[in-house]
């Protein structure tokens, strides 16, 4: 039989606020344990949550940026429920009335086909603390508990099951991640767990519309591990079918080092979360008027851009796509052609030897040594004849080094393009009087030795002679 | 005048006039409260050192003269409230040997003010009850009568006043904790609208009910201390934006005109006699002073009590998780950490915070939720619904504080249901969210003191103060002394 899987992610965004969700301590990674903490985020008896309003801004760019309709009186909820990282005993979240509901991501499954995943919600919630284990720990054998990411704000992006492959899968949560670095409210670094991922994941025969019985899929944190432990996982309820047996729910775990998932507790042994909403926050009123200024705040989103470059810069898709990879990249190209690059010049530089020098050097565009201005200035040599193409590479590769304008290096390195026919007609006669054999196999109809005179003259022109003007008069002369 | 017996008002125009300083008067009522303690049980922690202190910069500040209306004034906090560096153990020994690093904000105001600290009040363990029967630290006795309870769960406040440990206290009001020991031990007690008072760093039993509230001698003392502690923090997302008005300074506008509703479900056949008769006389008071009377209705008052032990369990269960052994209070040694877990919170916990939490837990439990919790907060809309509609017709209303006076020491521990109905006619003003004052109005025949409770709109202290004066001035419940 043939199976059918059905996917649904749940992402948790960690959002880039300097201060917690409920109250004023930093979230800096990395700080001494239990050092960005206080009253509030310990949990201590008689503190009081308190809204932090950037949250409620980041989750609402977030929501309108997924298609989702932003709830006007939302409600936080308590989830209820024992561990040490977790200091009150139950963590804040969104339950009913999430502040956004009932959106879509358009993610691109082939060359020629969009599909529509479905956005059930995105709530904020607060993250729990860190267990620490071993020596780290403390005095003593025991555990000890860091809550300095105790309090972080969250959000948490639920699906509708619409996807239907670990490919749909990866390209959605790419997406995803696309979307709230470029809002500019998420880091996107899944090493440290700023964007995490649970897959729920099912199979059913192909052509039924009974849905299978889900297993829910943890700590899935890089693109990589999530095709791989969708794949993993669809096979092992297929194989479970297959052999007569039948899917439990459950959570599983993913294990990165064995790429396989496992049994962390059955549907039995599930938290009775008793939610119910938090008597300490009051309803959270949005007005229209306040999504409305967060429209207008909205930075031009991933897709639009790709169209406009497409429409105004006449850029072919794939340069569009490429360019817009992050919104940093997208900005750096636009400057360079506000700094007078033409479109497909300025695209091409950035997707190749600025992106190869970046990469090279491990360096981020936003600290790129070449600043667009000075990319732009650069193909313009090119573009109104005072270098070649050929010598532009090598004058990028010193402007990376040293930092200084195409011009000068130009100039200081004497590479101006020649394109005076009067020098170029000497360099051509003393070399065809050099080859006069050649000359001669060239005239009796060996074409292909054109090649090797254009060669010659260049190198006697240490590259700098116009690649179109040794071609017109070699010709004429060749056949003199 | 014994300065154990002096209200707020009077000690202020003593200190101000330097008739004597604010470590005297401190010294007397710390005397005091080593004299009778052995006796009421008031206190779980008595701070002589800080008292002093404070009252040296209090007599300080006053030589400066930078006085404030409660500069120099000994009072005392249950011990519900946060005080950074004085142990706060909310009557649980789950909290034995907690040392909070910060105060509640009502503290802190109380400490700008310049008034002097004298110790923290024994209650109720968590504010779970209406005798102080459930503390870990002891029983608290009525002052009036040492056999009967002072009433809960602010019972230490309110036996502190009575028995003059304290010129004023504050307390938590829940259910009826400021109201109920304030009518049983003959203070004055109010329980102000939701959001008047900050809870933050108050030890939450249920949030969406509690309220910081003063008990005093008399009203007087009850304004001049609202107007202290009540406004907006930013700390407590509940706390209401609107102005404070000087509570103390309409006092003396009087009634005449007053309408006042008596809702009908408030006065049940079978009310105790000396309590019937107590409200019969202030009634009789009140029409003398010009108010006028409107029989009115509250039809949902009798599914207040099975609401509240919902909602108000529902949110305990979620608020008391926190005690778990892992950041502070009590830990028990056991293997592993669900035995950690379990341990210290079944020797942390006392029998009454325990069926609270599992009453709470079930009714929050996937499967009763709606049966339980859901519908629990939609009697409660009906509740609200119910003073807003009397509302429109009166000023206030006037109902007995308690169906009884102070019951005997063990009589009802037995029994939780009947604990649960002595807070029968408190219980609905703290699901409408609204305000309430506990006032001397009388006592049983066997000289047990009898409050009755004038219920104000939402914010409508103002108008609760000034009935409640008017009715101080022509009546003398509020300067009988317990005998103690």
């Known amino acids: ?480 | 005048m014994n300065i154990i017996d002096m209200t707020i008002h009077e000690l202020h125009t003593a200190l101000q006039g330097k008739q004597l300083s604010s470590v005297e008067a401190t010294k007397a009522m710390l005397a005091r409260i080593e004299a009778v303690e052995p006796q009421v049980g008031s206190f779980i922690t008595v701070t002589p050192e800080q008292a002093l202190a404070d009252a040296a910069s209090a007599d300080i500040r006053i030589a400066a003269g930078k006085m404030d209306v409660l500069t120099g004034i000994p009072v005392a906090l249950k011990d519900i409230f946060l005080t950074e560096g004085i142990r706060t153990t909310c009557g649980s020994r789950i909290l034995d040997n907690f040392i909070p690093p910060y105060s509640a904000t009502s503290y802190e105001k109380l400490k700008e003010r310049g008034a002097v600290l004298l110790g923290k009040l024994n209650q109720d363990e968590f504010a779970m009850g209406s005798s102080n029967e459930s503390s870990a630290y002891g029983i608290t006795r009525n002052p009036w009568d040492l056999t009967r309870i002072p009433g809960g769960s602010s019972g230490g406040s309110a036996a502190a006043v009575a028995a003059h440990e304290a010129i004023a206290t504050l307390g938590t009001d829940t259910g009826g904790s400021i109201r109920q020991p304030a009518s049983h031990c003959g203070c004055v007690g109010l329980k102000p609208t939701y959001g008047r008072v900050s809870r933050y760093g108050v030890i939450a039993y249920a949030s969406s009910l509690d309220q910081v509230g003063p008990l005093t001698r008399d009203v007087t003392d009850c304004a001049i201390m609202l107007s202290a502690i009540a406004g907006y923090d930013p700390k407590d997302s509940t706390s209401v934006d609107t102005p404070v008005p000087d509570y103390t300074a309409s006092l003396t506008q009087g009634v005449k005109g007053l309408k006042i509703g008596l809702p009908k479900e408030y006065f049940i056949a079978g009310l105790d006699p000396d309590v019937q008769r107590t409200m019969d006389a202030a009634i009789e008071t009140y029409r003398r002073l010009g108010a006028e009377f409107v029989d009115i209705s509250l039809p949902h008052t009798d599914y207040a009590v099975a609401t509240y032990y919902l909602i108000a369990t529902a949110e305990a269960s979620s608020n008391l998780a926190r005690y778990d052994g892992v950041r502070f209070g009590h830990r028990a040694d056991a293997d592993g950490l669900l035995g950690m877990y379990s341990k210290s919170r079944s020797e942390g916990f006392g029998a009454e915070v325990k069926r609270r939490i599992m009453l709470g837990t079930y009714a929050l439990s996937s499967g009763y939720y709606d049966a339980y919790y859901v519908k629990a907060q939609k009697v409660r809309t009906l509740i609200m619904n119910d003073f807003t509609q009397a509302f429109a017709d009166v000023d206030v209303m006037l109902t007995p504080v308690a169906p009884t006076p102070a019951f005997k020491i063990g009589e009802k521990v037995n029994d939780p249901l009947q604990m649960y109905l002595s807070d029968i006619f408190t219980i609905p003003v703290n699901l409408a969210g609204t305000c309430a004052l506990s006032l001397p109005a009388g006592f049983s025949n066997s000289g047990l003191p009898i409050g009755l409770q004038l219920i104000g709109k939402p914010f409508g202290e103002e108008t609760l103060l000034r009935a409640g004066y008017a009715f101080e001035q022509a009546t003398e419940w509020h300067s009988r002394k317990a005998t103690i």
């Open chain 1, 1 to 480: 039989m043939k199976y059918q899987p059905v996917i649904g992610l749940e992402v948790h965004v960690q959002l880039l606020t300097d201060t917690k969700i409920f109250c004023g301590c930093s979230t800096k990674f990395g700080s001494e344990p239990n050092s960005q903490t206080c009253p509030v985020c310990l949990g201590l008896p008689g503190a009081l949550p308190v809204l932090n309003k950037k949250v409620v801004e980041f989750a609402i760019k977030a929501g309108l940026s997924t298609n989702c309709s932003i709830t006007p009186r939302s409600i936080f909820a308590r989830k209820n429920y024992f561990y040490p990282d977790l200091p009150k005993g139950y963590q804040i979240s969104q339950f009913e009335d999430p502040i956004c509901q009932r959106g879509w991501l358009d993610i691109k499954v082939d060359e020629q086909d969009m599909k529509r995943i479905g956005i059930t919600r995105i709530h904020m919630e607060e993250d729990a603390g860190k267990l620490v284990h071993g020596e780290s720990s403390g005095p003593g054998d025991g555990s000890g508990v860091d809550l300095n990411r105790a309090c972080t704000p969250l959000l948490e992006v639920v699906s509708e099951p619409d996807l239907r492959s670990s490919d749909e899968a990866v390209v959605y949560l790419k997406q995803l991640h696309q979307i709230v670095t470029w809002l500019g409210i998420c880091d996107g670094n899944m090493e440290e767990g700023s964007f995490r991922c649970d897959a729920n994941i099912s199979v059913m025969p192909v052509g039924s519309s009974m849905l299978g019985t889900r297993a829910e899929i943890k700590n899935v944190n890089s693109f990589k591990f999530v095709k791989q432990a969708i794949e993993y996982e669809i096979q092992r309820q297929i194989d479970l079918i297959e052999d007569g047996g039948t899917v439990v729910q459950e959570t599983r775990l993913f294990d990165p080092n064995s790429g396989t998932t496992r049994s962390m507790r059955s549907k039995e042994e599930a938290h009775d979360y008793r939610y119910f909403p938090d008597p300490d926050l009051v309803p959270l009123v949005i007005s229209d008027e306040w999504v409305e200024r967060s429209r207008q705040e909205l930075p031009e989103l991933p897709e639009q851009r790709q169209h406009r470059f497409m429409v105004e810069l006449g850029l072919p898709p794939y340069d569009a796509e490429v360019l817009t990879a992050s919104r940093a990249l997208a900005d750096y190209f636009e400057a360079g052609v506000a700094a007078g690059g033409s479109a497909k010049l300025v695209s091409n530089w950035t997707m190749g030897e600025i992106t190869r020098a970046l990469n090279d050097s491990g360096t981020s565009i936003e600290a790129s040594p070449v600043t667009p201005q000075q990319l732009a200035d650069l193909l313009k040599l090119i573009d109104n004849g005072t270098i070649s193409g050929k010598i532009a590479k090598t004058v990028f590769d010193e402007m990376w080094r040293s930092g200084k304008a195409p011009q000068a290096i130009v100039e200081e390195q004497g590479l101006v393009q020649v394109s005076d026919s009067g020098a170029i007609e000497g360099l051509i006669d003393e070399i065809m009087a050099a080859n006069a054999g050649q000359v001669e196999e060239f005239r009796g109809g060996k074409e292909k030795v054109f090649g090797f005179f254009v060669g010659q003259v260049m190198k006697a022109s240490k590259g700098k002679a116009n690649p179109a003007v040794v071609n017109e008069l070699l010709l004429s002369k060749l056949k003199g």
